[in-house]
């Protein structure tokens, strides 16, 4: 579903991917570790069209979009749920979940999937008229990932869904994430913690200073601690 080949990402002068080669296949859950500053976010911001690569290409459904504008990119069925949630503290429950359906706005299929999230996250529905700023984390954090499924994504893309979030929020949410590509839908994952991350994928990447590591099925990587303590650093 999505390939990235040769991709070069820099800020600046300063390269911050160096020709990645990375593949998710549909209806799949890949997760891409490395330690902060590896260019974890970088990718998916050049995925969603927030950034616009030097060289390489990204193809999605076999169309190319690299350099393609964030507004195509989502139209086209991928949505990015950010790393610290991003939800807009001002707005409802209610109206922060239209907004994840802007640009495909229908309001038949708007309604289908709000149902859709409230099956998966009824507490959103108890709070749907609550503003999201007065929300605890865990709610936001249902609340960014329901907000991307609105958009009836063929990829969710998910940058560090725990962070900031408490053990027992931690598993109900990755609990979640299993369901819904359960459902159908392909998930790429961003996830600091590496063992959790695995638990849930059938692939991963290693990304160490812009490069491709190390990759393979998640069960060879889990059990290669060496180079997790290599890559990682810390008890993952």
Known sequence: MLKIDKLVVSYGVA????????????????????????????TLKAVSGLLKPLSGDILFCKESIS????????????????????????????????????????????????????????????????LAGTM???????????????????????????????PIIIDGIFDKIKEINSLGTTILLIEQNANLALSVSDYAYMLSVGKIAMEGDTGEIRDNKNLLEVYLGGDH
């Open 67 to 130: 350099g393609v504008s964030p507004e195509k990119i989502v139209k086209m069925g991928v949505s990015h749920v950010p790393e610290g949630r991003q939800v807009f503290p001002g707005l409802t429950v209610e109206e922060n979940l239209k907004m994840g359906a802007y640009i495909n706005y229908k309001p038949k299929m708007v309604a289908e999937k709000m149902a859709m999230v409230f099956d998966l996250f009824p507490r959103l529905k108890e709070r749907i008229k609550q």
């Open 136 to 166: 605890s984390g865990g709610e936001q954090q249902m609340l960014a990932i329901g907000r991307g499924l609105m958009n009836d994504p063929k990829l969710l893309m998910l940058d560090e869904p725990s962070l900031g979030l408490a």
């Open 15 to 42: 390269p911050v991917l160096r020709e990645i080669n990375m593949a998710v296949p549909q209806g799949k859950i890949v997760t891409l570790l490395g330690a902060n500053g590896a260019g974890k976010s970088t």
